[in-house]
């Protein structure tokens, strides 16, 4: 009966070691990476949402009043013959353009809000 006495397995177990250490070494910096690029992608997320919440706010709160009580005003002038009637279809113009443009910007900003939620809806959980 012979008996093998593997001699020089120490060194294959040595190499399988290395290995290992060097994939669980590959995979933490991969992991790193994958972090890093999800926290750009959170932080640029977010900075589009609250640019688009600002111009949101300044079309609501600002363009789309003063542009409504554009038309009001030349409206009344028109009818009492102080205004022409392309001024006044002018300033309709330019109030649809604003409308279109604020709901285009909140169409645009939901997205994005999405997009962010999307991204976050991982954090905080083990």
């Known amino acids: 009966m012979r008996l093998r006495v593997p001699i020089w397995a120490w060194r294959k177990q040595n190499r399988l070691a290395d290995a290992a250490r060097a994939d669980s ?8 990476d994958a972090e890093l690029q999800l926290s750009r992608e959170v ?3 977010t900075a589009r949402v609250e640019a688009l919440q600002q111009r949101l706010a300044l079309l609501v ?3 789309l009043p003063n542009a409504r ?7 009344r002038s028109y009818q009492v013959g102080r205004a022409e009637f392309l001024t006044l279809l002018s300033v309709e113009d330019a109030r649809y353009r604003a409308e279109l443009e604020a709901v285009a910007v909140a169409a645009d900003y ?3 809000l999405v997009m962010l939620r999307q991204l976050t809806a991982g954090e905080g959980q083990p």
């Open 61 to 63: 709160d600002g363009v």
């Open 43 to 45: 932080t640029e997320a």
């Open 110 to 112: 939901q997205a994005q």
């Open 69 to 75: 009580g554009t038309v009001e005003s030349v409206l």
């Open 25 to 32: 070494t590959g995979a933490a910096a991969g992991l790193r």
